[in-house]
């Protein structure tokens, strides 16, 4: 069955620190994947996709970045940690069947 | 670039009565529209779609409309539960290359016992 991974669930940071959020898909390949950001109390906002191997977009600028180093791997880094971009990160995956999105249980993220 | 635009941000209902909302999107290329509904603390889960081939789908207490002429397309659930009390969101695409959603700012319903 097809499952995503997403770790850790929880983060604290400090500003100016480095960030590295994971996901990871099992039993599919060359899935497209996304990197969504919920602020508190807002809707969800796109920040990367990516449909294959190497291949990323950005929806917005700002000082996240994300990278696919492999099929099924979707990271979403950052080097120095701003106060805003706490928020619920999101990774979602989608079939090339066009089954809809599923999305990873979500990172939460606080800078302090 | 799509602009999805959702109403109302909030809505209470009694159990047992109906939920509408309404979505209006931007970019007439768009044409797969799926509902998503986020419990509180955990993750968005597709509960119903609809593509642009089709006007109206039904999935038990939950329907989705849609207006390609107007740009708008609504969620609809009937004898509302404890249990749908949720964010709602509603997305759109062009469901071509990456098909990136574009999504709502959401809708907190609430469903009162």
């Known amino acids: 069955s097809q499952t995503i991974h997403q770790w850790p669930a929880t983060l604290v940071q400090p500003v100016g620190s480095p960030l590295s959020l994971e996901c990871t898909v099992e039993g599919t390949s060359n899935p497209n994947l996304y990197w969504y950001r919920q602020a508190a109390g807002r809707g969800l906002q796109l920040l990367f996709y990516?449909?294959?191997?190497?291949?990323i977009s950005s929806e917005v600028p700002q000082n996240l970045s994300a990278s696919r180093p492999q099929d099924r791997q979707f990271i979403l880094s950052s080097k120095k940690l701003l106060l805003s971009d706490s928020g619920f990160y999101l990774c979602a995956w989608e079939n090339r069947e066009r089954n809809g999105y599923t999305f990873g249980s979500g990172t939460r993220l606080t800078v302090v | 670039g799509e602009n999805v635009e959702q109403h109302p941000s909030t809505l209470s209902v009694q159990e047992g009565d109906s939920a509408v909302i309404k979505c209006t999107y931007s970019d007439s290329a768009s044409n797969y529209f799926p509902w998503y509904k986020q419990e509180l603390g955990k993750r968005p889960q597709l509960i119903i779609d609809i593509r642009s081939n089709v006007g109206e789908k039904k999935d038990q207490r939950i329907a989705v409309t849609l207006n390609k002429t107007a740009k708008h397309f609504s969620l609809h659930i009937t004898e509302t539960q404890p249990e749908d009390s949720a964010v709602y969101f509603c997305?759109?695409?062009?469901?071509?290359?990456?098909?990136?959603?574009?999504f709502g700012t959401g809708t907190r319903l609430t469903v009162i016992p």
């Open positions: 997305a759109a695409s062009q469901e071509t290359g990456a098909n990136n959603l574009f």
């Open positions: 990516s449909v294959g191997i190497g291949q």
